[in-house]
């Protein structure tokens, strides 16, 4: 019986410290309180929750614009970025994007590089599609990681509305 219960609690200590492994650094990553948790960086009225059809919540662009969240890092730390994004089939060939990223910033805020990012326009349109950085080592002086997404158009129309959901950064060890 004793070895069953300490077999059970080393089970247990186990599950715990593997959910331990991951930690999510974004604050609302799912954009269920909208977007008060994360900085307008353009367009700040082209932006608005959508309700999807389960009861959560996404983010819709209507046109163009940008939001960032940074968060802070661990130099040799890993980091994975993963996010959502619904780009319609309709805008203009060409002068739009859109984007996500994944920066590093030093400890003065100064952007150091782009560890990840992806352009969804080119991704399968019209549906939600899933993203996913890989697994991104936070180089020596790295002290902030930035999220960085939105829709970019110079005198075109972008595919309307996009909207992006389900994203997260979490640190993995
Ligand atoms: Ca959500």
Do not use: H
């Not at 954009?31 to 353009?42: A, L, Q, R, S, V």
């Amino acid at each position: 019986m004793r070895n069953i219960i300490t077999i059970v609690i080393l089970g247990l200590t186990l599950a715990v410290s593997s959910m331990a492994e991951a930690k999510e650094l974004l604050v609302d990553p799912s954009f269920e309180e909208g977007w008060d948790k994360w900085t307008n960086t353009y367009n700040p009225n082209n932006w608005s929750p959508l309700d999807l059809p389960d009861g959560k919540k996404a983010l819709r662009c209507w046109w163009d614009g940008s939001m960032k969240q940074v968060v802070p890092v661990t130099t040799g730390k890993t980091y994975e970025f993963k996010a959502s994004v619904s780009v319609p089939s309709n805008g203009d060939k060409e002068n739009w994007a859109c984007w996500l990223t994944l920066d590093w910033y030093d400890a003065n805020k100064n952007k150091m590089g782009t560890a990840w990012t992806v352009a969804p326009q080119k991704s399968e349109r019209g549906k939600w599609v899933n993203y996913n950085s890989g697994k991104q080592i936070a180089p020596e002086g790295a002290a902030f990681a930035c999220i960085d997404f939105g829709v970019y158009q110079s005198n075109a129309t972008p595919a309307n509305p996009t909207d992006f959901d389900n994203f997260s950064l979490e640190e993995i060890k």
